[in-house]
């Protein structure tokens, strides 16, 4: 079981800046990635950006160029780092940990909302 507390959102307008920070508890197995979704009303979830142990990463086209993710991986940690903030990013971003012990496991933050004012 993984355990995930995700902290950073908020209110902010167009063109500002936020970051998330998500803290994963300690594991027996090894966190093969993490990373962020959204969900924004009425909308499905989407990745946002997604980092695996290796340091590979993947990042939604929406966002490439303005948001990045980092792991700090003896922290069990994951940040994303949102800057040129638009109101299309409004949504609620969930952390997701994913670990393979005879198959993937995922495992989801509480969520935090963030809001961008034009």
């Known amino acids: 079981q993984v355990q995930l507390v995700e902290s950073g959102g908020g209110l902010v307008h167009t063109g500002g800046s936020l970051r998330l920070t998500c803290a994963a508890s300690?594991?027996?197995?090894?966190?093969?990635?993490m990373g962020w979704y959204r969900q924004a009303p009425g909308k499905q979830r989407e990745l946002v950006a997604l980092?695996?142990?290796?340091?590979?990463?993947n990042v939604a086209d929406s966002v490439s160029g303005r948001f990045f993710i980092s792991r700090d991986d003896a922290k069990n940690t994951a940040y994303l780092q949102m800057n040129n903030l638009e109101p299309e990013d409004t949504a609620v971003y969930y952390c997701?940990?994913?670990?393979?012990?005879?198959?993937?496991?995922?495992?989801w933050g509480q969520g935090t909302q963030v809001t961008v004012s034009s």
């Open positions: 300690r594991s027996s197995v090894r966190i093969e990635a």
């Open positions: 980092q695996g142990y290796a340091g590979s990463t």
């Open positions: 997701n940990a994913r670990t393979y012990q005879d198959g993937w496991f995922d495992y």
